[in-house]
């Protein structure tokens, strides 16, 4: 077998944050963060996309519930060209092209719709907060269509005025991006919520909120590893070893709303719905039984990871954007997470409020009846 070895160039990187994410659309024009997306990368925008093609740098962009984030990478960015970025944007794009946008936003909403991800937050976030629109971040064509042309024009207005941006240029940082949180006054209720697809296996979803006081993101990072992300943990441990009762599991973490929440899910069939929730439960609300044996191996996951995602091309900039935006470094993560371990042995963190759970699947009303009632 023959092997070369291929060395490239570090590059330099550019990143613009927006302070705006599809958590802030109001329902009646969900999708409306996406679009806004879809347009500054667009090249017909003059912006960010144009701006890579005329180049030929790499871009990509991350939409959070709370922002938007769209980075550059490639050899020679000019960091005068970053900084005038927001000054070459069509602040007026027009009604057939925004149309197509349109259009090309609902063909990737039914993409996605083969893929449960979606279904699973939106059951969670109505269950938690009681928020109640379309199903996807992207949107659906009736929330699409009442985004007017006008109405467009104004929030790309707003959302240019807030853009902020940082740029790597070797090792020259320029800007540096800005600290922000907007909040959206909604209140944790922890609810239950049932998302009605043709799927016959059932996805069962409970998510807790935290107090950011007690639990940032490195414990929660912690604390997912512990019951499983793409490697096994406690969720699949109790669930498929032990019980036999799901195929698959995992947890998440988001912030929300300025909160951070802890999710879990658990692949299962009808009759394992309710146990499974209980199950989910009981793993994300006591978290008090996970040995420190378990907690280690935790943290070096934690560690891991971020190690990794380290040698990103884009890993330079997105660290001092999580700086600007007042979330620890991936840096910070790996050198805190043993001794984040260390404290959950000591004392894990406690719900800031009750359970909200999803059920995802062919739900019928007998169903719903009985475990509305269980619940």
């Known amino acids: 077998m023959r092997t070369e070895k291929l060395t490239v160039s570090r590059g330099d990187t550019a990143a613009w944050d927006l302070p705006f994410g599809p958590g802030h659309d109001p329902e009646e024009v969900a999708g409306r963060a996406a679009l806004t997306a879809r347009y500054l990368v667009d090249v017909r925008s003059g912006g960010i996309g144009a701006l890579a093609a005329e180049n030929g740098w790499v871009h990509r962009h991350a939409m959070q519930p709370d922002r938007s984030q769209f980075s550059l990478w490639g050899p020679g960015i000019d960091p005068e060209s970053i900084a005038m970025v927001a000054e070459r944007i069509e602040p007026s794009p027009s009604r057939a092209l925004l149309e197509e946008l349109k259009a090309a936003q609902l063909a990737h909403a039914g993409a996605r719709r083969y893929s449960n991800v979606e279904d699973i937050l939106y059951g969670l976030h109505v269950a938690g907060w009681g928020h109640r629109g379309c199903v996807h971040s ?158 280690r191996t935790a943290a070096r996951r934690v560690q891991v990871k971020a190690r990794a995602a380290l040698e990103d091309p884009f890993a330079a900039v997105s660290e001092r954007r999580r700086a600007s935006a007042g979330q620890p470094t991936l840096a910070e993560m790996s050198t805190r997470a043993v001794a984040t371990a260390e404290r959950l042995a000591a004392t894990p963190p406690r719900p800031a409020g009750r359970p909200a759970r999803a059920v995802i699947g062919a739900v019928d009303d007998r169903m719903e009846r009985e475990l509305e009632s269980a619940w």
Do not use: N, Q
């Not at 207005?157 to 070797?170: D, I, M, Q, R």
């Not at 600290?179 to 922890?190: P, S, V």
């Open 138 to 295: 992207l949107g659906d064509a009736e929330t699409l269509a009442a985004i007017g042309v006008a109405g467009f024009r104004d929030y790309l207005a707003e959302c240019v005025k807030g853009l902020s941006y940082s740029c790597f240029a070797g090792d020259t940082l320029v800007g540096g991006g800005r600290a922000y949180e907007k909040e959206f006054g909604a209140t944790w209720r922890g609810g239950v919520e049932f998302v009605r697809t043709t799927a016959t296996r059932f996805t069962v979803a409970v998510a807790v909120p935290f107090s950011a006081d007690e639990a940032d993101e490195v414990t929660l990072a912690v604390i997912s590893e512990a019951l499983g992300t793409m490697t096994p943990g406690r969720i699949l441990a109790r669930l498929r070893e032990r019980r036999g009762i799901a195929y698959s599991g995992g947890a998440i973490y988001r912030r929300e709303h300025g909160r951070p929440v802890l999710m879990a899910t658990a692949s299962t069939l009808a009759e394992h719905v309710g146990v499974c929730a209980a199950e989910l439960v009981a793993l994300t609300t006591g978290v008090g039984d996970v040995s420190e044996a378990e907690w």
